[in-house]
């Protein structure tokens, strides 16, 4: 059972109304009524519930998707927790979130993936646990692929560290292929964190120009380009598919762009300080902007936004990475790397890209559920019968970001202060209404 029917609580039928409906099939004026976790009928002549949600001037769209949050727990419960971070993501509009394996311990067994199981029991959306590709995330043995398949992991990731090994990565590709037939048929993916350790060791920004004036260490765009030429070609050699994570260069973008033209399995996201924020944003050593990888140059933002555009970056993920205030207040080269994103990637991507609302929800819900292989819950299409995931965005409301605000006990936000276009009003998971006007209601 998925974890968003486990958490259906009866609370009748809910009318969603004066809305516009989007979704993969198009745009159209209508309400929708929703109950027992199914949509019951998309109207646009007008539909009555037991509840009644105000959507005018609002888009009604399937529930957003992130392939790629750091939900600390087990091990670091004073950053974040699954509910915590399960609220943020519902105040985002999201309905499914990946969580990250590099907890403490690791996601690497199935005592770990049914304790965050376990943990997400109630919470705000559906939280499905990556588990990490090796043990530990050392790099060396293969965590057991075929039990944590069959608990319900889809993505298999040493995040926050790439498989250095290469015939270790090798190993893993041959062997997830071979897993579908436990998951129900649904995918299974290896997602890689792209950097080459040799290159990136002591760097704590974009090699470049900043670095140099800043006197620090810096990790070259090839350290993670070395690595996506290698996994690319890994996944040529075994016929596997490959998910890269976080690309953050112009080079990984055309390197991506040439294996899916050359018909390849791989998919690719980026992360919404990436197609935002620069190097020259660390110029006051503020902490806030240091990430892993690391934000880049004019030109590497100029080309994650033509990866987004052209179809070459599949999802928008956030890489949700909450650190409390005392680890974000050492010294730059002491600090953690990371920054929330959960409940300002859609306003970033509607204030900062030119794309049609269509093309940024595409990016947000049902193509990173496809790669997520959650597809049969998420992102999916807005007709009756099908699960009532869904957000409500006012596409032109504008707000003012704020740490403080936030769900997380993390405030290490780079966008503060700063004024977004585009926030959700409503969630809704598996047809009950986890936020109202905003509000949280978990």
Known sequence: MSAGLAAVRPHGTVAIRGGTVVDAGGSRQADVLVGDGRVIAVDPAGVEGDRTLDASGC?????????????????????????TGARGAALGGFTAV?????????????AVVREVQDLSAGACCDVY?????????????????????????????????????????RRALEYAAGLDHLSGGRRVVLAQHCEVDELSAGGHMHEGEWSSRLGLGGQPSEAEELMVMRDIALSRLTGSRVHFQHLSTAGSVAMV??????????TAEAAPHHFTLTDACCADYDTVFKVHPPLRTGADVDAIRAGLVDG?????????????????????????????????????????????????????????????????????????????????????????????????????????????????????LASEPVVIDGEPQR
């Open 59 to 83: 888009l009604v769209a399937p529930g957003l998707v992130d392939l790629h949050v750091h939900l600390r727990q087990p091990g670091r419960e004073d950053a974040e927790t699954v509910e």
């Open 312 to 428: 070459t970056i599949d999802a928008i993920a956030t890489d949700h990475a909450p650190h409390t205030s005392a680890d974000k207040e050492r010294p730059f080269d002491a600090a953690p790397p990371g920054m929330l994103g959960l409940e300002t990637a859609l306003a970033l991507a509607l204030t900062e890209l030119e794309l049609p609302i269509e093309r940024v929800l595409a990016l947000m819900a049902w193509q990173p559920a496809a790669v997520a292989g959650i597809d049969d819950r998420h992102g999916r299409p807005i007709a009756p019968d099908e699960p009532a995931n869904l957000c409500v965005i006012d596409p032109g409301v504008t707000w003012t970001v704020s740490g403080a605000a936030m769900a997380s006990p993390s405030r290490n936000t780079p966008y503060e202060g700063r004024e977004l276009r585009g926030r959700v009003r409503h969630t809704l």
């Open 129 to 169: 646990p990556s588990a990490a590709i090796t043990v530990g995330r050392r790099g060396v043995d293969l965590v057991p692929m075929a039990e944590l398949a069959r608990l319900g992991v889809r993505i298999f990731t040493d995040d926050g560290a790439g498989v250095q090994d290469s015939q270790v990565m």
């Open 98 to 110: 990946v969580a990250m394996p590099n907890t403490d311990p690791a996601i690497d067994c199935a």
């Open 257 to 266: 762009r040439a294996a899916k033209e050359a018909g390849l399995p791989v």
